[in-house]
């Protein structure tokens, strides 16, 4: 059994409110804040799409930023590796960015593995309904092993990688998730479209009304 989340080792602190709130702060960026949360095999094109989709969103005037799995674990994560509980610890950790991120007001852009769905619900959880968009980018394994971008899967395939998701470690399709992305099927132009017509649809590019959920 993995470690629980989110353990709390500081008993005396206090929340702090601040003088600004989420609402006067989307209505300066004149959007709302969300999390896009990218899951998917390696090499499936989550960062792909993410590093698209955040171009297009900025050159639009969005506030958006991409937290990215192998970018992050050259830093905030470096201490992490890929076991069950590692794994669980580097989604805790962005989950939480994440979500100072959408109270900020801005859209992040997150990609990450994210192979476990009980991580990813957590994260859902700690997020406002209709903050935490999941999208599954789903490519098959033997796409993913074909496009090898990082030479990855054949390092694990000679044993040079343990826990390889796919291969040694589980990766576990969301259920019912936001948004599917198929990229072996559709082209990059096809699925930074869908999301940004996504976004357009359910309201996140336009600044609120009322107050948030
Ligand atoms: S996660 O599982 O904890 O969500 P994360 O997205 O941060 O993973 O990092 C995944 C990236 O690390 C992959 O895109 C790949 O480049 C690299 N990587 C290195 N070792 C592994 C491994 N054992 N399993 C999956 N990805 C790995």
Same mark, same amino acid.
């Given at each position: 059994m993995v470690q629980a989340m989110?353990?709390?080792? =500081?008993?005396?602190?206090? %929340?702090?409110?601040?003088q600004v709130s989420r609402p006067q702060r989307?209505?300066?960026? !004149?959007?709302?804040? #969300? #999390?896009i949360w990218l899951t998917g095999l390696s090499g499936s094109g989550k960062s792909t799409i993410a590093v698209?989709?955040?171009?297009?969103? *900025? &050159?639009?005037?969005?506030?958006a930023y991409v937290l990215d799995g192998d970018? @992050?674990?050259?830093g905030l994560c470096s201490d992490l590796g890929f076991s069950h509980a590692d794994r669980t610890e580097n989604i805790r950790r962005?989950? &939480?960015? #994440? +979500?100072? $991120?959408?109270?900020?007001?801005? /859209?992040? @852009?997150?990609a990450f593995v994210s192979p476990f769905?009980?991580?990813?619900? %957590?994260?859902? +959880?700690?997020?406002?309904? !209709?903050? $935490?968009i999941e999208v599954h980018v789903l490519a098959s394994l033997d796409a993913c092993r074909a496009r090898d971008p990082k030479g990855l899967y054949q390092k694990?395939?000679? !044993?040079? /990688? #343990?826990? $390889?998701?796919?291969? =040694? =470690?589980?990766?576990e399709?969301?259920?019912?998730?936001?948004?599917?992305?198929?990229? &072996?099927?559709?082209?990059? &132009?096809?699925? *930074?479209g869908a999301l940004l017509a996504f976004l357009e649809e359910h309201g996140y590019l336009a600044a609120r009304a009322g107050q948030p959920g």
């Open positions: 989110a353990e709390q080792r =500081s008993p005396n602190v206090h %929340w702090h409110m601040g989307e209505a300066a960026r !004149g959007h709302r804040g #969300a #999390a698209a989709l955040e171009r297009v969103l *900025v &050159e639009r005037g969005v506030s970018n @992050l674990r050259h962005i989950g &939480e960015v #994440a +979500k100072l $991120f959408v109270d900020a007001g801005l /859209i992040v @852009l997150c769905r009980e991580d990813r619900d %957590w994260v859902r +959880k700690r997020m406002a309904t !209709g903050d $935490f694990a395939t000679q !044993g040079q /990688i #343990a826990e $390889f998701t796919g291969l =040694s =470690s589980p990766y399709p969301p259920l019912q998730p936001e948004l599917t992305l198929d990229t &072996e099927h559709s082209t990059l &132009e096809q699925n *930074v």
